[in-house]
């Protein structure tokens, strides 16, 4: 009966609005999930003493303040349901999390596994439709969670596949490289998916085949997994991306060639224009670098360069505009994105959150907003993911070797 409950609820709650109608149909055939008993975090103890004494160290600018909001195991891409009432986290392992502020006092009180009888594979990017779906990006999939702000209560949901397992990208292309995906609704409330390719440079008998399925670019397809297209070509591995509130335009972050020296290629932040434009690899490493494997190539392509060149292998990854009211009026339309910090450079940089002011002409410079996570050793005490905005304006920050996140506020 419990199932046939959820069921009749979630189809009640979902039934109205027309673009989702392809979606709804699908839910005559509809699996639950199981009744597994969730998975709790505490929110207690010596691993939340710790953590809030590392952010007594970061730096911000005059006015902002950065505490704890949660205890999330292997925090990564995060999705605020639309009615404010629910964080979902994903990570690169086999965990979507369930993050809730109970009383409301702007710290989480219980975080839980969504859907515990489900076996996700790298769950990294989740998305909120206005209307309720929730859009979970796995390796080789792409799932649909009707109501899930609603339901994550139950360890018993409703799990639609909009992209089965199997047919994101070609089974023998996966990898355990590159396969963080991240989705987002664009303004055309269509589907937008990385696809990062496996390599850390692409091999030319593979780019035939990445063209023509997306991967090293980004894709996008309708809501219900139909009408899909590659979007963006020319992508290394891109964890990050978000759409400009008065434009509408693509912008995205890029991870750079490795092993080319500590200071080459740079990171990137890139922004798409218009579909179909190409972004370089595996011609260029990063900025205007070419790779060594491709250097006495004619480029068979029209080359974007990066709307910003980013401190070399720092990693950039999730990226927000902020269209919030807390933060100074200097900060609207402005991006947010997290540095996880270098892994093969001798001298360790990033883990930190930069800011991105882009002006009327779409010249974007990028600064340090908040940083203090590489000690004075050279080691980490964080490594920031993904931001996120708050329904106050506050913004989140996960980060998946501290297994927290963190909200940042501002005060006059």
């Not at 224009?273 to 029209?302: D, I, K, L, S």
């Amino acid at each position: 009966m419990k199932k046939l409950l959820n069921c009749a609820a979630a189809c009640i709650l979902i039934g109205a609005p027309a673009l989702a109608q392809s979606n709804l149909e699908k839910l005559g055939a509809f699996k639950v999930t199981g009744t597994k008993d969730h998975v709790y975090v505490d929110q207690t103890g010596s691993a939340a003493d710790s953590i809030r004494s590392v952010l007594e160290g970061i730096e911000l600018p005059d006015g902002f303040n950065i505490e704890l909001y949660a205890l999330v195991p292997d925090a990564r891409h995060m999705a605020m349901a639309p009615q404010g009432t629910v964080l979902f986290v994903g990570t690169k392992k086999n965990k979507v999390w369930a993050v809730m502020d109970r009383d409301r006092n702007k710290v989480a009180d219980e975080v839980k596994d969504f859907a515990p009888s489900l076996e996700f594979d790298v769950p990294n990017g989740v998305a909120f439709s206005k209307d309720g779906f929730l859009f979970i990006a796995e390796r080789n999939r792409v799932m649909m969670y009707p109501a899930a702000e609603f339901f994550h209560e139950s360890p018993d949901v409703v799990a639609v596949p909009i992209v089965p397992q199997g047919t994101l990208i070609p089974v023998e292309e996966e990898s355990y490289n590159h396969t963080a995906r991240v989705v987002k609704l664009g303004p055309d409330n269509k589907l937008y998916i990385s696809l990062g390719q496996p390599f850390n440079v692409a091999p030319e008998e593979k780019l035939a085949l990445y063209n023509e399925t997306g991967i090293g670019g980004i894709i996008r397809m309708n809501r219900d997994g139909t009408g899909r297209e590659v979007y963006t070509y020319g992508v290394r591995n891109s964890v990050g991306h978000d759409f400009h509130p008065e434009t509408g335009e693509l912008w995205w972050t890029d991870n750079q060639v490795d092993g080319m020296g500590d200071d080459i290629p740079p990171g990137e932040i890139n922004r798409q224009t218009e579909m179909g434009q190409h972004f370089g690899h595996p011609w260029f490493g990063g900025g205007t670098v070419r790779t060594n494997e491709y250097a006495g190539q004619e480029v068979p392509v029209e080359v974007v360069h990066p709307a910003v060149e980013t401190v070399a292998h720092a990693a950039d990854l999730g990226m927000s505009f902020y269209t919030g009211k807390m933060f100074p009026a200097k900060y609207k339309n402005a991006i947010f994105s997290a540095q996880h910090g270098s892994w093969n450079r001798t001298e360790a940089v990033g883990a930190r959150v930069m800011v991105t002011f882009i002006d009327d002409e779409g010249n974007a410079t990028t600064e340090p907003f908040a940083e203090g996570w590489l000690d004075e050793n050279g080691e980490y005490d964080g490594r920031p993911v993904d931001v996120a905005m708050m329904k106050d304006g506050s913004i989140l920050v996960s980060d998946d070797f501290a297994n927290a996140i963190y909200r940042i506020t501002y005060s006059q």
